[in-house]
């Protein structure tokens, strides 16, 4: 087995990320919260699954050991392989997956592509005690938590894949899970004024100036958070869960 991967990210596309090791380019599919960790020429380091099956050899990546754990328990669950187990872990963070499981949270787990009304009550009824206990450090449901971000060997979580903007990135996470583009695009529109204001309200209190990232006041007096400007910082993993929330509902 394959547990991790530490090497330089040597490209970055929104259905995997190829990671050099030693002179070996490895492709590892990701979930859209693991690869938003990733920024190619840096350094990083993926907890990995190696999924074996006739026709072919996939390595699956994750930001931690216990989203990989919980990625490889998810398929002793009947029905459940490598694809839908992925799916899930894009749509809850693993603390959150234990509390619906616990709470027996059926409509949340149906909010999964792929998973119906049936499949939920079966995962609840084969995974209840056996995911573990949550930490407790999230909030119930889909909280963020740190699932998904890749440790990096320098700059932190990134927040972009290349020149991607996050609504690129959601947008194709979106697609890779099976929704339509067009309503991808759609809960992207919705959950975009409340996921600007928070990246604005985190910046400002950081900063303790008040100031959000996108509207730092240019020296000529002009707003830079005008048309056209650049948006305040926008983590994937958390667009993506409240994107994947809106079309739960749907």
Known sequence: MIAHLDG????VAPEGAVIDVGGVGLL?????????????????????????????LTLYGFGGDDERNTFELLQTASGIG??????????????????AVAAED???????????????????????????????????GH????????TMGSGGLAGRLGTLTWRDQVRAGLVNLGWQARDADQA?????????????????????AGVAAGAI??????????????????DVAVALRAALRVLGRT
Do not use: H, W, Y
Request: charged share 20%; hydrophobic share 40%; aromatic share 0%.
């Open 8 to 11: 330089v990210v040597a490209t």
């Open 28 to 56: 590892v599919q990701c979930s859209p919260g693991t690869l938003a960790g990733l920024r190619p020429g840096e350094r990083a380091k993926v907890s990995t699954s190696l999924v074996v099956r006739e026709d072919a």
């Open 82 to 99: 490598p694809r839908l187990a992925l799916a899930m872990l894009a749509t809850f963070s693993p603390d959150g997956l234990r509390r």
């Open 106 to 140: 059926v409509t949340a787990l149906t909010s999964v592509p792929g998973i119906g009304r049936k499949g939920a009550q079966r995962i609840v009824l084969e995974l209840a005690g056996r995911l573990g206990s949550p930490s407790g450090s999230e909030e119930a």
């Open 143 to 150: 909280g963020p938590g740190r699932a998904g971000a890749a």
């Open 188 to 208: 992207i529109a919705i959950v975009e004024p409340d996921l600007l204001a928070a990246g604005s309200t985190g910046l400002a209190g950081e900063n303790g």
């Open 217 to 234: 006041p240019a020296e000529d007096g002009s707003d830079e958070s005008a048309p056209g400007r650049a948006d305040p910082d926008v």
